[in-house]
């Protein structure tokens, strides 16, 4: 058994080993201590470890908490500064705001205190700018002109309808847009427009032109000649039925197109699948008009095509494929009623060159290099 002297000098040593570790603590959080200078002041190698972890981490957490008082520190400077170039206000070195900034802030309140008492009309809100494409903007303004503009071409048996129409701002067409009921026309509909809340946003200038641009196509229409309507309606319904080939050939050859590949044959440069789809553009379909034709006694209406002499005839070759099968399935699935198509003839030839929009996308072989 130990004796007493034993004893005091152990617990002495117990003392100065903790205060040890207290005086090393107390540096390590003033961060004059690295955690290495501490482990010699332990006698026992198991507590010496114990408290060596113990206080390296709360080293790190004392040098994690100083970073993060800097970054806070750095983010406040960053704002003042944000703050003083936005507002133009002088902030001296004590932190003292300059009588600028107390000017700057009993000029806006008086400020807005006379715009309130102008009442809510007066005072200024702010407008979006439109998300709208130019094309969504050109609709919706179309609309607006069905519903406000006199048709002139308007035709109805029902009176209150003729009422209506008539009804509607008007278009002097035997003048020019200067004249003064027209513009008294382009201002109500410069106003209407502007008020709209679906077109905030909409720049006055793109408004105007689409007004001036109404006027001109109208006054051009009214005052066409029957050959220039005709010659328009013919191109009009030429138009529709390439749009229309293009869409419906370029449909059967979706639903058939491991079988025209196949047919076709591989030529270089084609992808592995689907390698005629780029051919079917509207501008690569014939053009043609509708005629009569007598079948068994009986006039049926057929389509005289004229093919332009661009088109290779492997090019041909391909559309006929096309045609023929789109022709055989509307018959297998025509029902009871169905109109049947019109048979289509390459009647002609269209003498022309190959057209600008198809020039860089069709490949060497389908252009007829004669």
Known sequence: MPSNSSRKTDRKGKGKASASISTSANRVLAGRVGPREIAPSFSSATIQDQRYAEIVEMFNKVNNNINGVKDDIAAVNSNM????????????????????????????????????????????????????????????????????????????????????????????????????????????????ISAQTRLAGTHPRVISDKIKNRYKHSHRTFHESPEQKAKKNSKGRANSRTL????????????????????MGYKTGNPVEKAYLKLFQKDAMSDGESDIE???????????????????????????????????HHV????????????????????????????QSLPRWAINDE
């Not at 003292?96 to 005072?123: C, E, I």
């Not at 229309?244 to 047919?263: E, L, P």
Request: charged share 25%; net charge positive.
């Open 81 to 192: 500064a944000a703050f003083k170039n936005r507002m133009g206000v002088v902030v001296d070195t004590s932190g003292k705001t300059h009588t600028a900034f107390a000017d700057f802030a009993t000029a806006y309140a008086n400020n807005q205190t006379r715009m309130a008492s102008l009442g809510p009309s007066l005072m200024p809100s702010y407008v979006p700018q439109t998300s709208l494409s130019d094309a969504e903007v050109s609709v919706i303004i179309s609309e607006i002109f069905a519903e406000k503009l006199w048709d002139w071409k308007f035709e109805s048996d029902d009176p209150a309808l003729v009422a209506e129409n008539e009804s509607k701002k008007k278009w002097n067409l035997n003048e020019k847009i200067n004249h003064r009921d027209n513009v008294a026309v382009i201002n109500y509909l410069k106003s209407y």
């Open 244 to 263: 229309q080939m293009s869409i419906r050939r370029k449909s059967t050859y979706m639903d058939n197109w491991v079988a025209i590949d196949a047919a």
């Open 294 to 328: 007598i079948v068994d006694n009986l006039p049926r209406r057929c389509l005289h095509v004229a093919r332009p002499t661009w088109r290779s005839e492997e090019f041909n070759r391909l559309l006929t494929m096309v045609d023929d099968i789109d022709r055989t």
């Open 332 to 359: 297998l699935n025509a029902g009871v009623g169905t109109k049947p198509r019109m048979n289509r003839y390459p009647a002609t030839l269209l003498p022309c060159s190959v057209p600008a929009t198809l020039s």
